[in-house]
């Protein structure tokens, strides 16, 4: 996989993880815990994201 289809991957999923995000924080029945791993999760997706965008 070349660094720009993985960024483009990572990219994908952590445009994903945003809009599940947003769908979770509308919902009356909101998982406190489930909402803060995503959340982690999409924090390390750009990390990584940017990390491949510094070397490359």
Do not use: G, Y
Not at 8 to 34: C, F, G, Q, W, Y
């Amino acid at each position: 996989m070349t660094v720009d289809a993985r960024i483009e991957t990572l990219d994908r999923k952590h445009k994903d993880l945003e809009t599940r995000i947003t769908h979770s924080m509308n919902s009356p029945a909101v998982d406190p815990i489930e909402l803060r791993r995503m959340k982690q999760m999409k924090l390390w997706l750009k990390d990584q994201i940017s990390e491949l965008k510094t070397r490359h």
